[in-house]
C-alpha cells in the first residue's frame, strides 16, 4: 500500500505500523466488581428484572441481582454516568426512565438505546410512570406536573394545591392508576390523594412523608416515613397509623411478600446499616438476624415480592444479598459497576491483582486482600509471577512505618516487611530483573530504599539519592541502571544508589518506561507545571538515556497538570501506551508509534475518570489493561 495514504487513512483509526496492534475488539469491564450503589429499583413487570445506578453508569440484572450488566448504552457518555432516578414502566420490564445533565431519558429495550425528553421544567426529578407507558409524573420545586404522551409535553397541576407548593414525591396506586399520592411541601404540606388521575387533588396528611411508596400488592395502601416514624394508611390516606420509630435515619425502604406487604427498611448511620422488617398483618417490627458488613456503608434496598426471595442491599462496595431473611449475606455484585481500583500486577492469563482485589478467574470473581491498607504500588518477580510485593499507603490509625507487603502465592496470602523503612507512604516498588531478590522502594518523601533479601530488610540509598519519588524502574540489561522519576525530573544511577546522574530537569516528572527488548529506548512523562514554563511534554529517548527529544501530549496546551502512565509494547518498542487526566477532567488512552502522532483508544472505555495505572501484558494473547474509578478495563490486542 502507498505509505502517504496508509497515513492519511490511520489519521481517522491508528498509526499504521501500529495497526495491527489493536483488534477490534472494544474495552469491556473485567472488576474489580462492586462500586458505590445510588439507587436500585426492580421492575413491576418482571419481579427478576432490577436497574441500577452506580459510579460505573446503569446496569441491569436479569436474575434477581445474581449478576449485572452494563444498561446505558448509547447514552452519552458523560450523561450516561450521570443519569439517576430510575424509574421502570410497570407494564414492560424492558422499559426504564432515568435523568441526567437536565433532560429525560426513557429507554425500550433493557438500556441498549436511550431516547432523550425535555424535562418540564428546570430541576424537576421524574417520579413515576402510569401502567401503559403513556401518562408520567414529574416535578419538583416548580410544582407537578403531566404528561399523557411519553413526555413530549407536560401539563402542571394546580387544581387543589396552594400556589408555590413543591412536590418531594409521588407514588401511583398499583391496583387503579387513577390514585395517586404526593407528598407536598410549601404553605399546605402534607400527603395529598388524587381519584382521577390528576385533575384534582385533596391532603390526606398534614405533613410530608419521604420514601412515600404504594403497596405493589394491595390496593389503597401508602406507606412514608416522616423522618421520626414509619407510617401506614389502609384506607387510601384516610387514617394513618404509626407502624415503627427506627433508631437512625431511613436510607431506603421496599416491600417484600404479603398482602399488606411485608416492609423492609435500611436504617444507617455512618457505615453501620441496619435492616429492619414490619410483619405486614400485623405490624410487628424485628430485626434481621444478621446487618451486612459494618464498613460496607449500605444506602439503598430491594426486596423480592417473593416468599422465598432473596433481600438485596447495595452501599459503597456494590451488592449483598441474603437468601435466608438476614441469617447470613454474600457478595451478589458480578458484572456490576466496577469498584475504584489502583496498580495493576499481571499474574498470568486469568490471575490479576489490582489494588485491594485479586482474581483467578480473569475478573468473574474478585478477593479483597490486607484489609485496612490502601495498595499504591505491585510488581512481580521476573522468573516466578506467584512472587508479589504491594507497596501501601501509611496506616495512620497506629502510626506504623510504611509497609511491603510480600506474597509467594500469588496474593492469596502475604507477609509483612518493615525492617528498616520509616512513616512514609509507599509510591512504587521495582524487582531487579537479573536479580530476584533484590527490590527498589520509592517514598513520596524519603527517598529511595533497597532489599538485597527478597524484602526481608531494608535500607535507605544516602547520598544524593532522589527525593520525592513517583515511579522507579529498572534496566534488566548489562548497564544496569536504575531510574526514578522525583518532583524535580528523571534521575539515574548505575552503580547501586552511590551515584545519580540528572538526564531530565522538569517541574515534575510522573512516569518513566524502559523497553525490556531494546535498552536504548527510554520515556518519560511530565506531571505538573504552571503558566511560566513551557507546556506539559512527553519524552523520548534512544540512546539509552544519553539524549531526550521533546513530544507533544495529547492534551490541551494549557494543561498545568496531567496523571499520567505509561506501558511500552514489548514486541514494538516504538509503540507507548499512555492513559492521563489533563487538569482532573476526564481522561483517555492513547498510542503513539514510531515518530507519532498520538491517537485515541479511549471509545468503549466505560469510565474515564481518574485514571490510575496502565498495564501492558504480552502473553499468549496481548492485552491491555487500564485501572480507572470503576475499575479495570481490558482491550485484547492483535497477536
Same mark, same amino acid.
Given at each position: 500500500m502507498n505509505p502517504n495514504r496508509c497515513r492519511a487513512l490511520l489519521v481517522l483509526a491508528v498509526a499504521c505500523s501500529s495497526a495491527a496492534a489493536l483488534s477490534a475488539s472494544p474495552w469491556r469491564p473485567v472488576g474489580p466488581w462492586g462500586g458505590t450503589v445510588v439507587e436500585v429499583v426492580r421492575s413491576p413487570a418482571e419481579p427478576s428484572v432490577l436497574y441500577a445506578t452506580a459510579s460505573g453508569g446503569i446496569h441491569r440484572s436479569t436474575d434477581g441481582g445474581l449478576t449485572w450488566a452494563s444498561a446505558h448504552g448509547d447514552l452519552p457518555r458523560r450523561t450516561g454516568f450521570g443519569v439517576g432516578q430510575l424509574t421502570p414502566d410497570p407494564s414492560h420490564a424492558e422499559t426504564l426512565w432515568g435523568a441526567g445533565d437536565g433532560t429525560f431519558w426513557q429507554t425500550r429495550d433493557g438500556g441498549a438505546h436511550w431516547t432523550a425528553r425535555q424535562p418540564p421544567a428546570a430541576g424537576a426529578r421524574l417520579f413515576a410512570v402510569a401502567p401503559g407507558g403513556e401518562t408520567l409524573f414529574a416535578g419538583g420545586a416548580a410544582g407537578l406536573f403531566q404528561s399523557h404522551d411519553r413526555g413530549l409535553t407536560w401539563q402542571r397541576l394546580r387544581r387543589g394545591f396552594q400556589p408555590g407548593y413543591g412536590v418531594v414525591g409521588l407514588s401511583i396506586d398499583a391496583s387503579d392508576p387513577r390514585r395517586v399520592w404526593a407528598s407536598v411541601r410549601g404553605k399546605e404540606p402534607g400527603v395529598y390523594m388524587t381519584h382521577d388521575g390528576g385533575a384534582s387533588w385533596r391532603r390526606v396528611l398534614a405533613k410530608k412523608l419521604f420514601l412515600l411508596r404504594a403497596d405493589p400488592h394491595s390496593a389503597g395502601v401508602v406507606v412514608g416515613w416522616d423522618g421520626a416514624n414509619v407510617l401506614r394508611s389502609l384506607d387510601a390516606g384516610r387514617s394513618w397509623q404509626v407502624l415503627a420509630t427506627p433508631p437512625s435515619p431511613i436510607q431506603s425502604l421496599d416491600?417484600?411478600?404479603?398482602?399488606?406487604?411485608?416492609?423492609?427498611?435500611?436504617?444507617?448511620?455512618?457505615?453501620?446499616?441496619?435492616?429492619?422488617?414490619? /410483619?405486614? #398483618?400485623? @405490624?410487628?417490627?424485628? +430485626?434481621? /438476624?444478621?446487618?451486612? =458488613?459494618?464498613?460496607?456503608?449500605?444506602?439503598?434496598?430491594?426486596?423480592?415480592?417473593?416468599?422465598?426471595?432473596?433481600?438485596?442491599?447495595? *452501599?459503597?462496595?456494590?451488592?449483598?444479598?441474603? /437468601?435466608?431473611?438476614?441469617?447470613?449475606?454474600?457478595?451478589?455484585? $458480578?458484572?456490576?459497576?466496577? %469498584?475504584?481500583? @489502583?496498580?495493576?500486577?499481571?499474574?498470568?492469563?486469568?490471575?490479576?491483582?489490582? *489494588?485491594? +482485589?485479586? $482474581? =483467578?478467574?480473569?475478573g468473574k470473581h474478585w478477593t479483597h486482600f490486607l484489609p485496612g491498607q490502601t495498595v499504591t504500588a505491585l510488581a512481580f518477580a521476573p522468573n516466578d509471577r506467584r512472587v508479589v510485593y504491594a507497596g501501601t499507603r501509611l496506616a495512620r490509625i497506629d502510626g506504623g512505618p510504611a509497609r511491603i507487603y510480600k506474597s509467594t502465592d500469588g496474593g492469596t496470602t502475604w507477609e509483612r516487611s518493615a525492617k528498616g523503612l520509616r512513616s512514609i507512604d509507599v509510591t512504587a516498588v521495582a524487582v531487579d530483573p537479573r536479580d530476584p531478590a533484590t527490590l527498589y522502594l520509592a517514598t513520596e518523601y524519603d527517598g529511595v530504599f533497597q532489599s538485597r533479601d527478597a524484602a526481608a530488610h531494608w535500607r535507605r540509598l544516602t547520598g544524593d539519592a532522589p527525593t520525592g519519588a513517583t515511579q522507579l524502574t529498572i534496566a534488566g540489561t548489562a548497564a544496569h541502571c536504575l531510574f526514578v522519576t522525583t518532583f524535580k525530573g528523571l534521575r539515574r544511577s548505575c552503580d547501586d544508589g552511590a551515584t545519580w546522574d540528572s538526564l531530565l530537569?522538569?517541574?515534575?516528572? !510522573?512516569?518513566?518506561?524502559?523497553?525490556?527488548? /531494546?535498552?536504548?529506548?527510554?520515556?518519560?512523562? +511530565?506531571?505538573? $507545571?504552571? %503558566?511560566?514554563?513551557?507546556?506539559?511534554?512527553?519524552?523520548?529517548?534512544?540512546?539509552?538515556?544519553?539524549?531526550?527529544? #521533546? !513530544?507533544?501530549? &495529547?492534551? &490541551?496546551?494549557?494543561?498545568?497538570?496531567?496523571? #499520567?502512565?505509561?506501558?511500552?509494547? +514489548?514486541?514494538?518498542p516504538d509503540t507507548v501506551y499512555l492513559a492521563g487526566s489533563p487538569d482532573s477532567r476526564d481522561g483517555n488512552v492513547w498510542v503513539w508509534t514510531g515518530e507519532g502522532p498520538w491517537h485515541e483508544l479511549g471509545d468503549g472505555l466505560g469510565s474515564r475518570e481518574h485514571l490510575r495505572h496502565l498495564a501492558y501484558d504480552a502473553g499468549a494473547k496481548p492485552r491491555l489493561f487500564v485501572s480507572t474509578a470503576a475499575g479495570v478495563y481490558l482491550h485484547p490486542l492483535a497477536e
Open positions: 416491600f417484600g411478600p404479603g398482602s399488606p406487604s411485608r416492609i423492609l427498611y435500611l436504617a444507617s448511620y455512618d457505615i453501620l446499616a441496619r435492616v429492619f422488617a414490619i /410483619d405486614g #398483618a400485623s @405490624g410487628a417490627v424485628s +430485626e434481621l /438476624d444478621a446487618a451486612p =458488613a459494618q464498613d460496607f456503608g449500605a444506602n439503598v434496598i430491594a426486596a423480592s415480592p417473593s416468599a422465598d426471595g432473596g433481600i438485596l442491599v447495595g *452501599g459503597y462496595r456494590g451488592f449483598v444479598r441474603s /437468601d435466608d431473611q438476614g441469617a447470613t449475606w454474600v457478595r451478589s455484585d $458480578t458484572g456490576f459497576a466496577g %469498584a475504584f481500583s @489502583g496498580p495493576i500486577a499481571i499474574l498470568g492469563a486469568a490471575s490479576w491483582l489490582a *489494588g485491594n +482485589e485479586r $482474581t =483467578a478467574d480473569g530537569e522538569l517541574s515534575s516528572a !510522573l512516569d518513566v518506561a524502559l523497553s525490556r527488548t /531494546d535498552s536504548s529506548r527510554i520515556y518519560a512523562v +511530565e506531571g505538573y $507545571t504552571d %503558566a511560566s514554563r513551557p507546556p506539559l511534554r512527553y519524552w523520548r529517548s534512544v540512546d539509552g538515556g544519553a539524549s531526550f527529544v #521533546a !513530544l507533544p501530549l &495529547p492534551i &490541551p496546551p494549557e494543561s498545568t497538570s496531567f496523571t #499520567a502512565h505509561l506501558a511500552i509494547d +514489548e514486541r514494538r
